[in-house]
């Protein structure tokens, strides 16, 4: 039983394509994240939801739009995409943000070439 | 704005002995710290986690971290290390409210037979 899942696991493409990574959570938050990790493991919160709504919106260039058709899923389409994209994305999920602890999906290796 | 430094990107120990990775932060208010562990290729799975009260918090598989608020550190311990240990540690922050989680840049525990 997934509790945090992502499609697809990993994603290769060339410079200027678009792409779409899925992620769903079957533990009945209601936050749901997206991080992204570099080549250096450091790790940025790039968006939050709650509840289907935007709380959280880093300094993420707007080729990135995250939507949340409901409080299951949260997906990331990426446009134009670039060299400086390829990391590894985590979903992650949350009943609440303040103290709750967050649980993260296994992560997507995107690679632009 | 929040932060957290790990100071040691590396932390070597032999199997059996105690181990310790460090952590301090800066927040604003009152924090919110947790700790998650990271295997290859793998999601960060929760370890531990301090709101509020005892100083000494214990998590999954025998860690445990002691607050330390005049030192504003939260040090993560083990009494005794096992191989299976080895993997990358991060700490993270967070402050009341719906401001992001922060992460620290990790620490790779190596725990030598």
């Known amino acids: 039983d997934t509790a945090v899942s992502q499609t697809p696991k990993y994603l290769v493409t060339q410079m200027g394509n678009d792409k779409s990574i899925k992620c769903e959570q079957n533990l009945g938050h209601d936050t749901m994240y997206w991080y992204k990790q570099d080549s250096k493991k450091f790790l940025k919160i790039m968006f939050s939801?709650?509840?289907?709504?935007?709380?959280i919106n880093e300094t993420v260039p707007n080729r990135f739009s995250p939507k949340s058709p409901d409080k299951a899923h949260l997906n990331l389409h990426i446009n134009s995409l670039e060299l400086g994209d390829s990391a590894v994305y985590f979903c992650?999920?949350?009943?609440?943000?303040?103290?709750?602890?967050?649980?993260f999906g296994p992560g997507t290796r995107l690679t632009v070439l | 704005a929040q932060s957290v430094a790990q100071p040691e990107d590396q932390v070597n120990v032999a199997e059996g002995n105690p181990l310790t990775v460090k952590c301090t932060y800066s927040v604003s208010g009152n924090p919110y710290l947790f700790w998650y562990v990271q295997y290859p290729n793998r999601g960060l799975q929760f370890l531990l986690k301090?709101?509020?009260?005892?100083?000494l918090v214990k998590g999954s598989y025998g860690f445990e971290a002691e607050f330390n608020k005049s030192q504003t550190s939260f040090h993560l311990k083990k009494p005794s290390a096992l191989v299976s240990d080895s993997a990358l540690y991060f700490c993270a922050v967070r402050d009341s409210g719906n401001t992001p989680l922060v992460f620290g840049k990790g620490t790779r525990l190596s725990v030598i037979a």
């Open positions: 939801y709650n509840n289907k709504e935007l709380i």
């Open positions: 301090y709101i509020t009260g005892d100083n």
């Open positions: 992650a999920s949350s009943q609440g943000g303040g103290s709750s602890e967050q649980f």
